[in-house]
């Protein structure tokens, strides 16, 4: 069953759940794991095919238009991944728009739910690498407060980093050195970050953002992540480009 298909499935039974009205009430719950993954592609069900392609027809012309190509297959790694760098260097592209200059970029692993597919790009490949509700932020650390944050993204093993932040961590997690523009990061001068809303609480171990100070954080669903994404995606196609990421040596593991 793929992505579009069992999204379709998903939406018909609650439907159906939505329209059942009765006097029962739940007495208890269990739970199994039930792998859906390409076997099902192989002997489909003709009933439950006819059943769903009312809402598949929905779903595939709301998920299918496509937003641009990628010039590979990319992931999100730890200590550094293809998707990862290009998520982080995504929102310091988007940062213009909100009149905002940077000195870095953040996104966490824990927001990328799903790899980019190499070639065309669709609406619902974006919305699945991104399905949260996250707002692009902005916000100011001193430089004490940005080594925490980076000692916490060595605890973890790395995070998502903008191009101008270069990290050494050991295999146990310690922070080795740190970067920012090719400087040492200065304790005594504040910096620009920019992330996605929900880091700012401290969330996914990096509780360095709770002292966030000039906080900017539109709220309107046009900043949500997977739309500042899209964005980027449509004007690299408008320049006549794919959209290509590398390993740089953003976070490296001291050997």
């Not at 707002?135 to 001193?142: E, M």
């Not at 000692?151 to 790395?158: D, E, H, T």
């Not at 609480?201 to 997977?226: E, H, L, Y």
């Not at 690299?236 to 290509?244: A, S, W, Y």
Request: hydrophobic share 40%.
């Amino acid at each position: 069953m793929n992505k579009k298909t069992s999204i379709a499935a998903l939406l018909a039974l609650l439907s159906m759940a939505t329209s059942c009205r009765s006097g029962y009430e739940v007495g208890s719950i269990q739970r199994s794991r039930i792998v859906v993954d390409a076997r099902y592609d192989r002997h489909p069900d003709q009933r439950a095919a006819t059943f769903l392609q009312p809402y598949k027809h929905v779903v595939d012309s709301i998920m299918g238009p496509v937003v641009g190509r990628s010039a590979r297959y990319m992931t999100a790694e730890r200590p550094e991944g293809t998707l990862s760098n290009l998520l982080a260097d995504i929102m310091v592209w988007a940062s213009k728009d909100y009149g905002e200059t940077v000195d870095f970029g953040v996104y966490n692993m824990g927001g990328v739910r799903a790899d980019l597919p190499k070639g065309e790009v669709t609406y619902g490949d974006v919305l699945d690498i991104a399905p949260f509700e996250n707002k692009i932020a902005f916000a100011t650390l001193s430089g004490a407060d940005v080594m925490e944050l980076f000692r916490q993204m060595a605890g973890v093993g790395g995070e998502g980093v903008s191009h101008a932040v270069r990290l050494v961590i050991t295999a146990d997690g310690r922070l080795v050195s740190a970067t920012v523009g090719g400087q040492s990061v200065d304790p005594q001068r504040d910096y620009r970050v920019v992330t996605i809303d929900y880091l700012l609480g401290g969330t996914d171990k990096m509780d360095a953002f709770k002292q966030s100070r000039n906080i900017n954080s539109p709220q309107d669903v046009s900043n949500n992540s997977r739309f500042v994404i899209m964005n980027y995606f449509r004007e690299m196609t408008r320049q006549g480009k794919e959209v290509d990421a590398e390993i740089e040596g953003r976070v490296i593991i001291q050997q």
